[in-house]
């Protein structure tokens, strides 16, 4: 873990839908800022809910990485039962 890594902030779980959708964004923020990259995911960050309005899947994870230390980070939902986090590793 270096100094990037260690100001995410994680969560421990997603209060409501919508605070899943703010965590995406805080995803999309860390790839913004360059410190970041998109390693692998079940959708497009901002694709997880279809032109219907329905989520996308019901296990929803994105996995980002550190561009400087290489630690890898996991932001997964079930969108089916509620629940989720996002966490340090895969
Ligand atoms: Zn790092």
Do not use: N
Not at 19 to 28: G, P
Not at 57 to 85: E, K, L, P, W
Request: with cysteine; charged share 30%; net charge neutral.
């Amino acid at each position: 873990m270096c100094e990037v890594c260690q100001r995410v902030i994680l969560r421990k779980g997603f209060r409501s839908p919508q605070d899943y959708l703010d965590c995406l964004s805080y995803l999309q923020e860390l790839i913004d800022s360059g410190d970041f990259e998109l390693e692998s995911g079940t959708c497009d960050l901002d694709k997880v809910k279809g032109p219907d309005g329905c989520w996308m899947d019901d296990m929803i994870g994105h996995v980002i990485r550190c561009r400087s230390c290489r630690q890898a980070f996991t932001c997964s939902a079930c969108t089916y039962r509620g629940g989720g986090s996002f966490r340090k590793g895969r």
